[in-house]
């Protein structure tokens, strides 16, 4: 093949989010995350012969929910069907799915497109499916275990449409999709413990071209950052392939974050290869009208309204409601303290700063925050009624974030209020004034800077608890 300089991207994804029902889709086992290995499974969710299997309804009623909520149609007459495949981790050789009759159809998400403007990234269809269990590799014994608690745990897979042409688009694509199903309850989307993952469909072509590329598959992918990498490296070296004259493998490739790099794993099967056929032990499954109707009726304020309505109506930046929007957990920081009073600007300062920082820097996403959220409140309080500066605040959250610790006690257990003696604030700026003669003639001989350091060593003669602006006005004051 000539080369080219100039090469598309094409992706679709099979994202498949685990439901946040109790018991699991086909028996009563707990779905709980956790656990000793092999606890929480029965004869059913272990295949052993002679069971049958057991349809839970509200598995229904969350995939009937996501799909509105992504406005899908729903398939008011669906079933379920076998998928054979041997699966080390599922032991009955078949995993229960939907092929022909998938739960929902046709829906979308809107995204910021790579170039800017909005633009629709198409759902083909969402269907229900049982979990598989999970391999354990120990490296010691060179042998491989196998934990079934995770074995028929609910899934929905979201299958879209191969319209992504970046991993930005991707991306946020994935935080739209996880902030929905947050929000209407069905998945607590946990990427750490695999509550969301992510099969990437990827193939290139020339720019130009409408013909699709040879698509390769990296599957179980549940970070963010490793997609993105995933993304770019397996581009690359597709791109390198074809430009070097080679052929892309239609295979299913392993991405190791560590090297860098996707390895073949084996050959990409088609769904003839998996046999389907209906599955024989459960009924097909009628949806009425006035359960959907019910359904839609029951969904809450979705993030794109609440999005809309914080900055009609609280005033917001489109930038902070964007971002307060990503994940449930910060809208009930920030609507918790609304409804106590609490201005909404300076709670989304709060939140934007502060809190992003902390979950930065511990590594932490929004839904691992464990402090009481009125705790927020009580402390922008105290920094409205001046009781402390709002240095001390930003200290004071930071164990508020860490410990759990209620600000108002931590505040007084540490000495930490404003001090309001402007006597006591005058003696120690005195103090300093008297020990540094240096920048005191500096200031005098127009040196502004100089008065900044000696705001500055006010502040830390004070330990922080004298106001900013007091200071700077005492200050001014004594130097004349």
Known sequence: MAKTTSWEIVMGLEVHVELATKTKIFCSCTTEFGGAPNTHCCPVCTGMPGVLPSLNKAVVEYATKAGLALNCEITRYNKFDRKNYFYPDLPKAY??????????????????????????????????????????????????????????????????????????????????????????????????????????????????????????????????????????????????????????????????????????????????????????????????????????????????????????????????????????YLVALFEQNLEAGYPAKELANWIMGEVMRMLSDSGKEPEDMTFDYSYLGSLIGMVQKNEITRNTAKKVFKAVFEEGCDPVRYVEEHNLKTVTDTGAVKAAIEEVVAANQKSVDEYRSGKEKALQYLIGQSMRALRGKADPQTVTAILKEILG
């Not at 590799?137 to 934990?147: A, C, E, G, L, R």
Request: proline share 4%; with cysteine; net charge negative.
């Open 95 to 328: 995993q229960i799915s939907q092929l022909y009759l998938p739960i929902c159809r046709n829906g979308g998400v809107e995204i910021e497109a790579e170039g800017g403007g909005k633009k629709i990234i198409g759902i083909h269809e969402i269907h229900m499916e049982e979990d598989a269990g999970k391999l354990v590799h120990d490296p010691w014994t060179d042998s491989t275990m196998v934990d079934y608690n995770r074995c028929g745990v609910p899934l929905i897979e979201i299958v879209s449409e191969p319209d992504f042409r970046s991993a930005n688009e991707v991306i946020r694509y994935l935080e739209k999709l996880k902030a929905i199903l947050q929000f209407i309850g069905v998945s607590d989307c946990k990427m750490q413990e695999g509550s969301l993952r992510a099969d990437i469909n990827l193939s290139v072509r020339p720019v130009g071209s409408d013909k699709f590329g040879t698509r390769t598959e990296m599957k179980n992918m549940n970070s963010f950052k490793a997609i993105a990498r995933a993304i770019n490296g397996e581009s690359k070296r597709q791109i390198e392939v074809l430009e070097e004259g080679g052929e892309v493998k239609q295979e299913t490739r392993r991405w190791d974050d560590n090297k860098d790099a996707s390895f073949a794993m084996r050959s990409k099967e088609d769904a003839q290869d998996y046999k389907y056929f209906p599955e024989p032990d459960l009924i097909p499954i009628e949806i009425s009208e006035e359960t959907i109707e019910q359904t839609r009726n029951s969904l809450p304020e979705l993030p794109e309204a609440k999005r809309q309505r914080y900055v009609s109506e609280l005033g917001l930046s489109e930038y902070d409601a964007a971002q307060l929007t990503t994940s449930k």
